[in-house]
């Protein structure tokens, strides 16, 4: 009994506290369940014709679309979702970047024809916009396309100039972008290759003994590619292709000597100038010595570098590397050149100088043989001295033309004028005057007879068809032969022509 009255008690006190628990949490669990019925309020389906759409903008859902593709290197689904959106939508504020994406894709999908057509829209690109800093990224990616198809230099080098034209175009439209530091690496790289395809020229035409050609390429070498890992060996090759001009010169035996010795003092200071230079440009590179001792050999002074000139060579020559013998035995299978020698300071030509050319170089050797080395001549001007006859005295008429006057060892030309029967008689003897070789003489014979007969008209008429002569006395020939000798004297055509013509007397 006792225990069932404990359970009882028990169930008594439990049920007390349930009670005053479900008294604290009904207003919990009232606003729990209006909570509850206000969502499903506002689920109920209404009439909302954009109630099911993303809030963002379509342009740039197609524009994520089309960068997740590129992502995952479906290219062509990437353009055709760029086109979309460039069609679809063209006053985007997308479509600068969706048409820098579409040639992104080809140049990042590769291959000769992808990378030419990522060149076309880059240039579009830059038509369209090109006050945005993202035309200096695609003139840059225009140069790299370039620059990964160049090839070795004894190979085509088309790659190679248009690479330099349009690393120039980069650093010359877009100076204030932080790409150039990037642009100039990659010219440096380039005109390394360069320079060294035309030191390659100018020493096999050194080695055929075609010593013009070898110092026109030799020069334009050293002139428009400064910072060549080569140049003192261009210049050292340039000095000697000059000294074996000269060694020509002697060893030929029909010139002039006046004429060969002003050749040889020219070509001896041109090669004087080009070790000179190796010296005050180059002097820490290796054929320093050898152009200080062929200065030497050659009794000329020798220069000396400035403090300037050896920090600016030392500084080009410790940024070059020097590439491993592995990397050289591979190298002969590798389509691309070699840049590692290229010069990692200093700046390179933007402005190609003057070229020079064989047809020049041998101009000059003509102008030096006629004692003009310094070029006064180059313009191949004819100076004309002319002979005045001076002012006219007071009070005097001024000289004709057509008058010829009369000089006197005693004193200035006479001014006075001839008399017309004196001028226009061309074969009277003038006083003092030489015979000019020149001058037409009259039909006179070389015996000192008579006159020669005039040659016979083409306009004459001859009277008589037959060939018979027309009827006349003696005092009509007589006429005509006077008139015959009479035209033989005139210089006018006019005149002889008139004379000439006789009337036909009919029978």
Not at 176 to 195: G, H
Not at 269 to 287: H, Q
Not at 412 to 440: I, R, W, Y
Request: aromatic share 6%; charged share 25%.
């Amino acid at each position: 009994m006792a225990g069932s009255r404990r359970s009882a008690g028990t169930l008594a006190r439990q049920m007390r506290e349930f009670r005053g628990l479900m008294s604290g949490r009904i207003p919990i669990i009232f606003l729990a369940g209006l909570l509850i019925v206000t969502v499903a309020c506002t689920n109920k389906k209404v009439n909302n014709p954009i109630a099911n759409i993303d809030s963002k903008q379509p342009d740039k859902v197609l524009f994520d679309r089309a960068m997740d593709a590129m992502k995952h290197n479906r290219f062509d689904v990437a353009r055709i979702t760029l086109q979309t959106l460039i069609n679809t939508y063209p006053d985007s504020e997308f479509i600068a970047r969706a048409k820098l994406a579409v040639a992104d894709s080809w140049y990042a999908e590769g291959g000769s024809t992808s990378l030419a057509q990522a060149e076309v829209e880059y240039k579009d690109f830059i038509t369209f916009f090109p006050n945005m800093p993202e035309a200096a990224e695609a003139q840059l990616k225009i140069a790299n396309i370039h620059y990964q198809e160049m090839e070795k230099p004894d190979r085509d080098y088309t790659h190679a100039v248009r690479a330099e034209e349009e690393y120039r175009s980069l650093i010359q439209q877009f100076p204030d972008s932080k790409l150039v530091p990037e642009a100039k690496q990659r010219l440096r790289e380039v005109q390394e290759v360069i320079a060294e395809r035309e030191f390659r020229v100018g020493r096999f035409y050194y080695l055929r003994q075609s010593y013009p050609a070898a110092i026109a390429r030799l020069r334009s070498l050293v002139d428009k590619y400064p910072l060549y890992s080569r140049a003192d060996e261009a210049l050292y090759l340039l000095g000697q292709s000059y000294e074996s001009e000269v060694t020509m010169l002697r060893a030929r035996g029909k010139m002039d000597e006046a004429a060969k010795s002003r050749m040889i003092e020219d070509f001896t200071k041109r090669a004087a100038d080009a070790y000179s230079r190796i010296l005050t440009r180059y002097p820490m590179m290796d054929r320093a010595d050898d152009a200080k001792a062929r200065l030497q050999a050659l009794h000329l002074p020798v220069p000396r570098p400035t403090k300037a000139a050896v920090a600016q060579n030392k500084a080009e020559e410790e940024g070059r590397r020097t590439t491993p013998m592995y990397k050289q035995v591979m190298g002969t299978f590798n389509k691309h050149p070699d840049v590692a020698p290229s010069a990692k300071t200093g700046e390179p030509t933007l402005v190609d100088p003057p070229m020079s050319s064989a047809t020049e170089v041998a101009q000059q050797a003509n102008r030096a043989m006629v004692g003009n080395a310094s070029g006064s001549m180059g313009n191949n001007s004819v100076s004309v001295e002319a002979v005045g006859r001076g002012a006219p005295p007071l009070d005097q008429p001024a000289p004709r033309s057509d008058v010829t006057p009369s000089i006197s060892a005693a004193g200035p030309p006479s001014t006075s004028a001839a008399t017309p029967a004196a001028s226009s008689d061309a074969n009277q003897p003038k006083p003092n005057v030489a015979a000019d070789p020149n001058e037409l003489k009259p039909n006179v014979a070389s015996d000192g007879g008579q006159a020669m007969p005039a040659p016979q008209q083409v306009n004459e008429i001859q009277a008589g068809g037959s060939g018979q002569a027309a009827a006349g006395d003696g005092k009509d020939a007589d006429s005509s032969s006077s008139q015959t000798q009479d035209d033989s004297s005139s210089s006018s055509s006019k005149h002889k022509k008139k004379k000439g013509l006789r009337k036909v007397v009919p029978f």
